[in-house]
């Protein structure tokens, strides 16, 4: 039960890191729920892949030994799928690396996904969301969540931010339903 438990936070560490963003108000996926988290109208994925720094998160269970340079980098597979490695640094300097596997779940966006970090020989039962709800026109950042709001994420393609940006980050994050003070700053 312990080993299951470990590999299950380990996926859910491995869920949260992912990237995609979109235009400030350029909400995509439809709804008639005008509560819905709504994700990005399309995710180039060979624009989206390469590596991403975790600017922010929700504070969650499988990431609490993740002290400071979160880090997330995603590679296509040749089966149409994305490699996905997570690493982070723990408070004693030693590493955390996580390794899994995305794959498409809307083709007419790219923009939601899911993500296992859990693999029984082979065989994949966990997967997680990953939506891509906010995006840079120049994929330079990208703001992931979920449809139930409890997971979310800030990921950009340098260690820092500038403050207007994040401005604007945390109002796509509003109008998804999220609340701002829901999310600490990652160290790096």
Known sequence: MKI???CFALLLFATGLGVVTMPVGAFGTESDDENAV???????LE?????????ARIPNSFQKKCARGTT??????????????????KEDGSQIKADGVAKIVDAAS??????????LLGWRPVWGDYWVIGLDDDYQWAIIGTPDRKYGWVLARSPELAEDTLDKIFGIIERNGYKRESFVRSGH
């Open 4 to 6: 299951f438990s470990c």
């Open 47 to 55: 624009r989206y892949v390469g590596l991403w720094y975790e600017i």
């Open 38 to 44: 709504r994700t990005v109208r399309s995710l180039d």
């Open 110 to 119: 790219n923009a939601k996904l899911k993500v296992s970090f859990f693999s």
């Open 72 to 89: 997330a980098e995603y590679t296509l597979r040749e089966d149409g799928r994305i490699s996905v490695v997570n690493r982070c640094t």
